[in-house]
């Protein structure tokens, strides 16, 4: 028997879920900027309980030529140009990160990483075509698919935005914190931890090693 009959490979099928969170400069991922970047990775223990264990944090110059919208500032309160930001470009934001998730892939035994994210395809499409931009092809993560913890919280709790998804699952939810990617993200995977485990708890899929 294996000394850890719980993997987080076989509850997902061979996928690693990474909680990805960007900030941006709009909403167009072709043409609006990312100001940060955020992941958090989880891990299951012996029980098949699933935690956050920890996050990855960016802070991203805007490439050559990328739209801001000012009131996309406004809502994050994110100042891309402030000179203590200690931003990287794209480039190296996404390099290390795809390091760091090919590292822990191989680690719990996966196969690949698969993207989960609140209203999760708004974070998938920013990171492809930041992946197409910067001509990276070594991708860690699923090209389509993601799990959505909007529509995960609406199945468990009734309530699609996160702050009440959080409140709902008893995750505390700081207002004034909100909309940097790295607690954004780090909320988020609690969220999804939080699902997964409830759903084990009331007698949901687990893989059995009998």
Known sequence: MR????????????????????????????????????ASLVRMDTDGTLAVHRTLNFHVKPFEGANIEQSALDFTG?????????????????????RSVRKEIREQGCSRAILVGHNAHFDAGFINAAVERCDIKRNPFHPFSFFDTATLSGLAYGQTVLAKACAEAGINFNNDEAHSAAYDAERTAELFCEIVNRWKESGGWMPSFD
Not at 78 to 98: G, K, M, Q, T, Y
């Open 3 to 38: 000394e850890n009959p719980h993997q987080i490979s076989d509850r997902f099928r061979g996928f690693l879920p990474v909680v990805i969170d960007v900030e941006t400069g709009g909403f167009n991922a072709a043409t609006d900027a990312i100001l940060e970047i955020a």
């Open 78 to 98: 994110i100042d891309p140009w402030h000179p203590f930001r200690e931003a990287v470009s794209e480039e190296d934001a996404l390099a290390d990160l795809f």
